[in-house]
């Protein structure tokens, strides 16, 4: 149940980080990585995947590395 709720968040996260990557790209699509908005999105993204690591560690879980789980809540 709890990883239900949890999953929605990541995906409204990269939805708003995706948006906000065209939007600070320039001509040749690099992105500015000094701006704050994305930087709080990147960091939303893995306070909630280390709060979910833990969670599944908690549970019995062996994964551990965060871009794995990250990777599985989008698919």
Request: proline letters at 3%.
């Amino acid at each position: 149940m709890w990883y239900g709720k949890k999953i929605l968040e990541p995906e409204r996260l990269l939805l708003k980080g995706m948006n906000r990557r065209l939007y600070c790209s320039d001509k040749n699509r690099v992105e500015n990585e000094l701006d704050p908005m994305s930087q709080a999105l990147q960091r939303c993204v893995t306070e909630i995947s280390i709060e979910i690591g833990q969670r599944m560690n908690w549970e019995g879980s062996r994964i551990v590395d965060r871009k794995e789980i990250y990777t599985m809540m989008l698919m």
